[in-house]
């Protein structure tokens, strides 16, 4: 299993960055895809970024260029590095773990997730 704390949120004014954590604890994260993904209220959840095990990463069309996802190994900790901020991009944002990238949205382990606000 694998254990999940975000951290990292909070409010900033459009253009801004921010960098969120994800710390995993648990023998398996190695083997894991680990993702960001968001939701904001009354909409669906949407994948943001995925990064595979062998560091080969994947985003959403409306991050790309702004959103950077990294993993460090050695501390099980997994990163988005948010720039260019839009308030569009404000939502709660949670980490996940799953041994296939394209299942972390719907069965992957999450954590419980860290505030994004945006402001125009």
């Known amino acids: 299993q694998v254990q999940l704390v975000e951290s990292g949120g909070g409010s900033v004014q459009a253009g801004g960055s921010l960098r969120l954590s994800c710390q995993a604890s648990g023998n398996s994260y190695s083997r894991y895809c680990m993702g960001w993904f968001r939701q904001a209220p009354g909409k669906e959840r949407e994948g943001v970024a995925t990064?595979?095990?062998?560091?080969?990463?994947s985003y959403a069309d409306s991050v790309k260029g702004r959103f950077t996802i990294s993993r460090d190994k050695a501390t099980k900790t997994l990163y988005l590095q948010m720039n260019s901020l839009k308030p569009e991009d404000t939502a709660m944002y949670y980490c996940g773990a799953h041994a296939r990238c394209r299942a972390i949205l719907d069965f992957g382990y999450r954590g419980q997730g860290t505030q994004v606000t945006v402001s125009s």
């Open positions: 990064i595979q095990t062998d560091g080969g990463t």
